[in-house]
């Protein structure tokens, strides 16, 4: 079982709108949380990284929230556009020393005009 | 500024041959990682290297090896392809040996299809 869970698999907003995205992990122990954007056919891009004491944090219209106690993090995507059409992976690090990263299956994200 | 570059970004291969898959990057990492990505499946580590001349297995290792001769190359090498190889392959370089707590930069990817 994927220690990594993320929802809803996909979703279709309209321009303009927001959205949340859902992240549910059991990774323990636990050391930080990133949350990627995946274009289609292209790799990976970092949107934030947290650490196990940080509760939110943004980039421009991407804002993610973390609960440690209750292991689960959103990321809210604000006054979509057509750009934000992507897969959002949510990634948890292991809190070993190397810090082994477990990826959820990602939600993908369909913006309409 | 190129990053990670990945080649090539597509093959079609036939079921038995040898394959490899090459990344390079410019960004001066010690660490670089492989990864396959399936549908419906997080992200996968097939191999990594901490640092030039080093390399360990990840969750997928079987079938695949690596070579770390320089920090800027990273080829992954598939000795006898088969079917369920089919995948998109990511290659990704960190500032840190460990895995997390460096920020990971990912090429643009390779979708092998093998038949």
């Known amino acids: 079982k994927n220690q990594v869970e993320q929802s809803p698999q996909s979703l279709i907003i309209l321009e303009g709108k927001n959205c949340t995205l859902q992240?549910?992990?059991?990774?323990?122990?636990?050391?930080?949380l990133r949350w990627y954007k995946q274009d289609t056919g292209r790799g990976p891009v970092s949107l934030t990284i947290?650490?196990?004491?940080?509760n939110t944090k943004s980039n421009g219209r991407y804002t993610a929230t973390l609960d440690a106690d209750t292991k689960q993090s959103s990321l809210h995507i604000t006054a979509s556009q057509l750009s934000d059409s992507a897969s959002y992976i949510c990634?948890?690090?292991?809190?070993?020393?190397?810090?082994?990263?477990?990826f959820g299956a990602g939600t993908q994200v369909v913006v309409t005009p | 500024i190129a990053g990670i570059t990945q080649a090539p970004t597509s093959q079609i291969l036939a079921a038995g041959r040898r394959m490899t898959l090459r990344c390079t990057q410019d960004?001066?990492?010690?660490?670089m990682y492989w990864y396959r990505q399936d549908l419906g499946l997080g992200l996968r580590l097939i191999h990594y290297?901490?640092?030039?001349?080093?390399?360990g297995k990840g969750e997928v290792p079987d079938g695949y090896s690596v070579s770390r001769a320089n920090t800027d190359d990273f080829p992954l090498t598939l000795a006898s392809a088969v079917p369920s190889q089919t995948s998109v392959y990511f290659c990704?370089?960190?500032?840190?040996?460990?895995?997390?707590?460096?920020?990971?930069?990912f090429g643009p990817g390779t979708r092998l299809t093998v038949l």
């Open positions: 990704a370089s960190s500032d840190s040996a460990l895995a997390g707590w460096g920020e990971q930069f």
């Open positions: 947290m650490t196990f004491s940080e």
């Open positions: 990634v948890v690090s292991a809190g070993d020393s190397w810090g082994k990263l477990q």
């Open positions: 992240c549910n992990y059991t990774v323990s122990p636990f050391s930080n």
């Open positions: 290297s901490n640092t030039a001349g080093t390399t």
């Open positions: 960004m001066r990492h010690n660490a």
